[in-house]
């Protein structure tokens, strides 16, 4: 996906240099800043290891440069309408937007205090709101590109293949079978009450559904079951 | 959804005060701090309107205090297990949190530099770790939090319908320290060879975090235990 963060007259450096870590940490660089107060050494610490997005950021004196070359342009907001009638501030949540992603897709911050203006929000596409508990809305602006970018980031395609299987092999069919079957035998091990069997059976399939058991955890598991069963057979003392 | 969240040996005032702002953001006052290097008016500056928040944690001299009370520990990550065999770091996406959250929930965040270590993360029951840009994949504290939060936030609402009573109720964190120590005590009986035991341990926790596992199956789990080791025992013998 590729995105350009704007930021439309940050007064805090810290936050810059914030807004540049964060984005690195979600794989995009190209920062555009709307009239910044200040940006120098202050930004630079906080960005971290992302100084180089801070540095190669590009500064505009108005909105409507910064978003010259987007294909859709989505405003942040923490206010929200104040009623149905009010498209201005009609809202996609974070989630929402990877639907309407495509081609060069700039997100807009507004300042620290006011956030975006009506006019600006106005050049943007889309909206979107962060739901928040309505007792403070307000988000630090690194911490709603945060919240944004990691929803940018889930929706892009590379993602959603890299997700898969980060627990490791989800155990199939199969190797669960297996390991019920071991389970039985070291029930009859123990001389597990006959009636007592298919309930214990179905707690630990239960457990391990919900817990998508993987094939390296079925291992150690089994190898606990073989050295109990082992244990009971007497094999050890012979 | 009832949470608190851990700070572990934090450095930066600047990191308490923008994690307790994420936190009001989404609803959450409860904030424990493991031995901060320090904490006064520079987080309160940071904090914003959420000087409330810092301004009543909680201090603790190490991380198991502060885990007292929680019914489930959520550790942070953002280094990779290097292979399929690294149980301690098997990791959950934050979207997959709210099926394991139940009761009081923890959320453990490490150090600025070198986050939590191993012996922290294996007394949190899960570990949670944000897909990043493999690059720089590093987070600021606060903008882990904010999307950790974010996603808790976000699952709360469905999850406190789907919590009535479906599993039966989650399992203490004192029942699972019970069920562990009699697990230990039946590898024991099968001479489990001592090097393997804390993976093991690890490998089950594992699976319990993220089945959330409930008080009635880890009952039926601790009778075949007990069945178990009574057998090895060779008690029924006599």
Redesign the interface.
Known sequence: MDVRVILVEPKLEENIG?VA??M????FSELYLVRPRSIGRKALTVA???ADVVESCVITPSLEEALRGSDIAIGTTAKLATSERKHLRAFLT??ELKNVCRGKVSIVFGREDVGLLNEELRMCDVVVH????R??????V???A??IL?EL??GSKT?RK??RG????PASFEERAQFYEHLLQ??D????AEH?KE??LL??K?????????S??LR??R??LR??I???SGE?AA
Not at 24 to 27: E, M, P, R, S, T
Not at 130 to 133: A, F, L
Not at 189 to 192: L, T
Not at 206 to 214: C, H, K, N, Q, S
Request: proline fraction near 4%; charge should be positive; aromatic fraction near 12%.
């Open positions: 914030a870590r964060v690195k940490n979600f794989g971290s290891h992302a974070p989630r962060i739901p928040t508990d007792r403070y809305p307000v988000m630090n690194s911490h709603a945060a919240v990691y980031y889930l993602q890299r997700e980060h627990l490791g092999k070291f029930l091990k123990i001389q597990y007592k309930r214990a707690v630990v239960r457990i391990f559904g919900r817990a998508a058991v993987t390296r955890e150690t598991l190898g606990i050295k109990a082992w244990c009971l050890h």
